[in-house]
Structures are given as structure tokens and as C-alpha cells.
């Protein structure tokens, strides 16, 4: 971002957003090239300065408050902040890649929707409730004012959602959604409620209950390779979810579609009352939300993990032989409050088996899946 445009306080008024179609606003703000539009009956006045490093935006919000941006990007070093308290949406326009490699920070309730291209988070965005989604969300205001809201794709294309930096929601929830969701090694993602990671070409997010999400579509993937943590952590995905990355929640719900899969690869730790619904093979390590780091008591035998690959190629861990216990934990429960059963893999010393996941994730041993029983919704 710029500040040589922005010497100055300006305000926008959101009645001309009453005399034309926000289509025809984007990007048309006089005198501020990449700036957002105003959509809504709040305010929002702006100032910017130089810092040493880059620069610092701080938008000072009347009001929840929708923005209409173009492409965004946010360099390395530089700052946005929304302060006043007030909700804000971002909306992201165009089909190029939207990336947020500086800093975000708001006060209150804070959302980037990017329907019709990806968006890649490198460095960080805070708030008091975090949403980051490659999908479009038909009702802000409901998101806004903490109701059930959906989100959805529109247009056709791949659209990969990507974390590699830091998410924190100070005072709600951190909501990551998208049609494929990577939340790579290097992200950290916290938050005072609940941590949720959807995977769909439409996604709802219920405003109560301990199922909050919902996806739809013939596709959709959550890969986790980095360290999520929450009061709850759930994740649902219609094809997908592999995690060989940390999960950390009082409780944890994993959920897949119908013919889904959920991995829990080599490197993959779950530290929690874990909860499932679909297929589950777990090869990593399940721990119950009192044990934290230690390991659950079981027959040790000698695992030989193989090397583990991400994506891009490079190595998310490598090969090595083990002597630890390996657990397994799976539920077809339709009743949410009832903890997923803990049972010992069997046949530990079989042969290992070598699979290939949606992302091209390799692992390694795996115990005999248990019996598979989709509940109702």
C-alpha cells in the first residue's frame, strides 16, 4: 500500500451506495488507486504513515462495515489496521491471487472473502473473530452479527485457500473455508473459541452448536500441516481431511462426505476428545485432552515411519524407525456428546502399507479401520 495518495483523512457515505450497483464501484474511489468502497451505512475515515519498515493503514470504523476491495496485496512489512470496535468485511474482487503478507489487525469482527480467486496468508491477521475464505458469503450482516451464515462459490475454477502464516482470533472463533483448504507447515492458527476448517464448494457455519459447520459439493479438501489450537477444533471437508501437522482442542471434531477419507499421517498429533463421522485412518498419534505431549499407555512395537512429502515436494518429516505406541481413535456415534472410543492399532508389526492422499501426502503404517457408519446430520 501506498500512503502517498492518502496524506489526508477522507470519508466515504454510503448513501451513493444506494444510487449504484457495487459492480460499478470497485477500484473507483478519486484519488486512491487499490482502495476499497464503502457499502454500507457505516463510516469508515483512514490514515497512513510511513513506517520504518514499510507502512501502516489504519481505517477507523463507525459502524459494522462492508469494503468492496480489487485485487488486494500486503506487502512484507506493511500494516492494516481496523479499529473503532466495529465489524468489518473485506471482500476481495478479480481472479488473481489476493495475498496478505504484512499485517492485519481489528478491533472487532473481521472477514476476507475472495470469490473467484485464491488468497494466500503469509503473515498475519488478527481479531476479535477471524474468517478467511475463498468463497463469496451472500449475507454479510448475518456474519456480521455473529448469526448462521453461508458462503459459496460462483464461478468455476480452482480457488486453493492458503495459510502459512499466523491466524488469532482474541475473542471468537478462527473460521478458514474454501473449496481446498492448505493450511501449511509454517501456520499457526489460535484462537479463544473455536478453530474451524471447511473444505467445500459451499460451506455454512451454524451460529450454535457443537456441529457448526456444513459443506456441500462434489469436491472439497482440508490439508493440515501446521498447528491449530482452540477451546474446539472442528473440520469437515466432502472428499478429504489429512493432517500430519498439530490439532489441539478440548474437543475435536473430524468430519468427511460420503466416500471421504480422514488421515492422520505419520507426523500428524491430535490432542483432544476427538469425535468422527466417516471413514478414519490414523497412523499418528491421538492423545486424550489430559495428556497434552505424554503418550498413551499401549503395547509398544517398532514403527518405521517413511518419509513424508508435502505438496510443493519438500519434506514435512523424515523417514525414521520408532519403538512408541501407536493409538487409534475412531467413533461412528451419531450422539455428539459421547468421546470417541480409544482402541490400540492392530497387528502392529504387519507389513506397512504405503498410500496415496488427495494431495499427494505418503504415509506409513496404518491399524485396522473401524467399522464405518455415517450418521445423520
Request: with cysteine; charged share 20%.
Amino acid at each position: 500500500m501506498d500512503c502517498g495518495w492518502n496524506r489526508q483523512m477522507k470519508r466515504w457515505m454510503s448513501w451513493l451506495w444506494a444510487l449504484l450497483p457495487g459492480a460499478a464501484w470497485a477500484g473507483l474511489v478519486p484519488g486512491s488507486p487499490g482502495g476499497p468502497v464503502v457499502l454500507t451505512p457505516g463510516t469508515a475515515s483512514w490514515d497512513c504513515v510511513t513506517t520504518v519498515i514499510g507502512t501502516r493503514t489504519e481505517y477507523t470504523l463507525t459502524g459494522d462495515t462492508v469494503l468492496n476491495w480489487g485485487r488486494f496485496l500486503l506487502p512484507a512489512g506493511d500494516e492494516l489496521v481496523f479499529s473503532g470496535g466495529a465489524g468489518v468485511v473485506n471482500l476481495l474482487g478479480g481472479t488473481r491471487e489476493h495475498r496478505i503478507d504484512g499485517i492485519v489487525a481489528a478491533d472487532g469482527v473481521i472477514g476476507f472473502f475472495a470469490d473467484g480467486a485464491g488468497l494466500r496468508v503469509n503473515g498475519s491477521v488478527t481479531g476479535r473473530s477471524v474468517t478467511l475464505a475463498t468463497l463469496g458469503t451472500g449475507d454479510a450482516v448475518a456474519f456480521l452479527t455473529g448469526g448462521g451464515y453461508a458462503m459459496n462459490a460462483t464461478a468455476a475454477g480452482l480457488r486453493v485457500m492458503t495459510v502459512d502464516g499466523s491466524v488469532t482470533a482474541t475473542g471468537g472463533d478462527a473460521v478458514v473455508a474454501g473449496e481446498f483448504v492448505n493450511v501449511r507447515g509454517g501456520a499457526k492458527l489460535e484462537a479463544t473459541g473455536a478453530v474451524r476448517l471447511a473444505g467445500g464448494r459451499s460451506v455454512t457455519v451454524a451460529a450454535d452448536g457443537r456441529w457448526r459447520l456444513g459443506t456441500s459439493g462434489s469436491t472439497g479438501v482440508v490439508q493440515h500441516l501446521g498447528e491449530s489450537r482452540g477451546s474446539e477444533v472442528e473440520i469437515e471437508a466432502r472428499q478429504e481431511v489429512a493432517n500430519a501437522g498439530r490439532i489441539e482442542g478440548a474437543r475435536v471434531f473430524l468430519e468427511v462426505g460420503r466416500g471421504g477419507k480422514i488421515l492422520n499421517e505419520g507426523s500428524g498429533v491430535i490432542v483432544g476428545r476427538v469425535k468422527i463421522k466417516g471413514r478414519y485412518d490414523n497412523d499418528g498419534t491421538v492423545l486424550g485432552g489430559d495428556e497434552g505431549d505424554a503418550v498413551v499407555a499401549a503395547n509398544s512395537s517398532l514403527l518405521r515411519l517413511p518419509e513424508l512429502k508435502r505438496p510443493d515436494g519438500s519434506t514435512a518429516s523424515r523417514a525414521r524407525d520408532l519403538r512408541k505406541d501407536v493409538p487409534m481413535t475412531a467413533s461412528s456415534d451419531s450422539q455428539r456428546d459421547r468421546a470417541a472410543s480409544v482402541q490400540i492399532a492392530k497387528k502392529p508389526a504387519a507389513p506397512l502399507l504405503r498410500r496415496l492422499s488427495f494431495f499427494g501426502m505418503r504415509g506409513g503404517a496404518t491399524g485396522q479401520p473401524a467399522a464405518e457408519k455415517k450418521p445423520e446430520r
